[in-house]
């Protein structure tokens, strides 16, 4: 539930006001409206009777509200059928989208580049915006014994389906990513299939981000860890597997303390996540 439709005209039901779009209403209620709060408070005043929405699968867990588009999701992460993918789009749908995004990139690299790192830069100075992502980082590992025992579990699945394991169709390729204009390497079917999927959604994600993440393996010894994906807008770093161990384990942990010091936030995603 969230404010309509983005191209359509609509009311604000709080004083009249007839906007343009869904946009133009949500910067109408930010600018006017300050006893409502922002474009949150005004769905669940006018929208929700001032109650937040449950996952539609039945949990009973509130969902999250999604700033970017005003709207509450309709599941808990994970809780619909489908996972982190909800959408789906037509092969002509996806070129003609990724041909946008490339002339896009390629007419406003300069631009692009210095506006994302500002980005970066000023969230990192933030110390309210680092505390919350420190504090979430720290709730989700709170039951950390639940959630490894959920990731065996949901492994041994796909080992019995022959989603993982040998005979998996694991995949390795160079593929154009419209998001930096640069050829990445994918290291797993998986991995395409993720890019594949953040293009369609026009989500911007690199493999080229030069982050190394120091973590103690289980026998004591130091490496580092380089995450699969970091995502610009939302500063994730995003591991994209068909399978784990100890040693996997030992890495997301480093993943998740290094990205609360750092103001971002970690997440693994599974081959059943991913759109293959």
């Given at each position: 539930?969230?404010?309509?439709?983005?191209?359509?005209?609509?009311?604000?039901?709080?004083?009249?006001?007839?906007c343009?779009?869904?946009?133009?209403?949500?910067?109408?209620?930010?600018?006017?409206?300050?006893?409502?709060?922002?474009?949150?408070?005004?769905?669940?005043?006018?929208?929700?009777?001032?109650?937040?929405?449950?996952?539609?699968?039945?949990c009973?867990?509130?969902?999250?509200?999604?700033?970017?588009?005003?709207?509450?999701?309709?599941?808990v992460?994970?809780?619909?059928?489908?996972?982190?993918?909800?959408?789906r789009?037509?092969?002509?749908?996806?070129?003609?989208?990724?041909?946008?995004?490339?002339?896009?990139?390629?007419?406003n690299?300069?631009e692009?580049?210095?506006?994302i790192?500002?980005?970066?830069?000023?969230?990192?100075?933030?110390?309210?915006?680092?505390?919350?992502?420190?504090?979430?980082?720290?709730?989700g590992?709170?039951?950390?014994?639940?959630?490894?025992?959920?990731?065996?579990?949901?492994?041994?699945?796909?080992?019995?389906?022959?989603?993982?394991g040998?005979?998996?169709?694991?995949?390795?390729?160079?593929?154009?990513n419209p998001?930096?204009?640069?050829?990445?390497?994918?290291?797993?079917?998986?991995?395409?299939?993720?890019?594949?999927?953040?293009?369609?959604?026009?989500?911007?994600v690199?493999?080229?981000?030069?982050?190394?993440?120091?973590?103690r393996?289980?026998?004591?010894?130091?490496?580092?860890?380089?995450?699969?994906f970091?995502?610009?807008?939302?500063?994730?770093?995003?591991?994209v597997?068909?399978?784990?161990?100890?040693?996997?384990?030992a890495k997301?942990e480093?993943?998740e303390e290094?990205?609360?010091?750092?103001g971002?936030?970690?997440?693994?995603?599974?081959?059943?996540d991913i759109?293959t």
């Amino acid at each position: 539930m969230g404010l309509g439709i983005e191209d359509i005209e609509q009311k604000c039901l709080e004083c009249g006001r007839l906007c343009k779009n869904k946009r133009s209403l949500g910067n109408h209620i930010v600018r006017t409206h300050e006893e409502v709060g922002d474009q949150k408070g005004y769905v669940l005043k006018y929208l929700l009777n001032g109650e937040e929405p449950k996952c539609k699968c039945g949990c009973g867990k509130e969902t999250s509200w999604h700033k970017r588009t005003y709207q509450f999701n309709d599941y808990v992460n994970g809780h619909n059928k489908s996972g982190f993918i909800g959408f789906r789009h037509t092969p002509e749908q996806i070129e003609k989208r990724n041909n946008s995004i490339r002339q896009t990139y390629k007419k406003n690299k300069k631009e692009l580049s210095d506006k994302i790192g500002r980005s970066v830069s000023n969230a990192f100075k933030d110390p309210k915006k680092n505390q919350a992502l420190r504090e979430g980082q720290r709730r989700g590992w709170s039951n950390a014994a639940e959630r490894k025992t959920d990731l065996t579990r949901r492994n041994l699945e796909m080992l019995a389906q022959g989603l993982i394991g040998p005979q998996a169709p694991f995949k390795t390729e160079w593929k154009l990513n419209p998001f930096t204009g640069k050829d990445e390497y994918m290291h797993s079917s998986w991995e395409s299939a993720f890019l594949d999927t953040c293009i369609s959604r026009s989500y911007p994600v690199t493999k080229d981000h030069g982050i190394t993440i120091p973590y103690r393996h289980p026998d004591g010894s130091t490496h580092t860890y380089v995450p699969d994906f970091y995502a610009f807008e939302d500063r994730v770093l995003y591991e994209v597997k068909g399978r784990h161990d100890e040693t996997d384990v030992a890495k997301w942990e480093a993943a998740e303390e290094w990205c609360g010091d750092h103001g971002m936030s970690f997440q693994c995603l599974f081959s059943d996540d991913i759109d293959t």
